[in-house]
């Protein structure tokens, strides 16, 4: 082999290395880092619709938060013995959403003051909480929460509580406005809940 012939195989050899090993390297992922926030706003079913039309929301998914008992179900809490209140944890993408626009989203789907319940839903498993998880949400809660105050000039009775763990409700009630349309549209007209939002905070724009 002359030494022009024996540079381009031994050039070849070494590309031939290079490529392998750039095969080999894992390719980078684009991975999305998403956060979640848990409200309480009386039953469950209504609260996912609101959350789920928002760009940057992953998931809602309804549960029991904020009592003592582990794995409660709908019967447990619905007796009102468990310390749970009915509540809709929403997963997102903070590079799309702030969790502000959630607490804004939040105080147009309830009534924040009503100590009682939340519209026909009456008791102390369907009041209105924020569970926030850090100092940043807590003050961003308080802050939203005196903003509302000022709004409507009236005390808001809705608590800011620690984040709990948070149980998630049995198959049935998720996504129970997709699921049960009908049901869900009826349910909704008859608890008085758009009537009473819209008498609160106005016409949806």
């Known amino acids: 082999m002359n030494l022009s012939r024996f540079m381009a195989a031994l050039t070849g050899l070494t590309l031939g290395v290079a490529l392998v090993a750039t095969a080999a390297e894992p390719v980078a992922q684009d991975k999305t880092t998403t956060s979640t926030a848990v409200f309480a706003g009386g039953c469950f079913w209504c609260m ?7 760009p940057g929301v992953v998931a809602t998914t309804s549960g029991y938060t904020g009592g003592q008992k582990v794995n409660p179900t709908y019967q447990e809490v619905s007796a009102g013995n468990t310390g749970h209140i009915e509540a809709v944890q929403i997963t997102y993408d903070p590079k799309q959403i702030g969790y502000e626009k959630l607490l804004e989203v939040f ?3 309830v009534d924040p003051l009503d100590q009682g319940g939340q519209f026909c839903d009456r008791g102390s498993t369907y009041t209105t909480a924020i569970f926030v998880q850090n100092q940043e949400e807590r003050k961003t809660a308080e802050q939203s929460k005196a903003a509302i ?4 000039g009236k005390t808001v009775v809705t608590v800011i509580r620690p984040a709990a763990i948070f149980y998630t409700a049995e198959d049935y009630h998720q996504d129970y406005y997709v699921k049960n349309p009908v049901r869900y549209k009826y349910y909704r007209y008859r608890c008085g809940r758009d009537q009473r939002l819209e008498e609160l905070w106005g016409k949806k724009g």
């Not at 105050?149 to 409507?152: N, Q």
């Open 48 to 54: 996912e619709p609101p959350y789920d039309a928002l």
């Open 107 to 109: 105080w147009r789907n």
């Open 149 to 152: 105050e000022k709004r409507l």
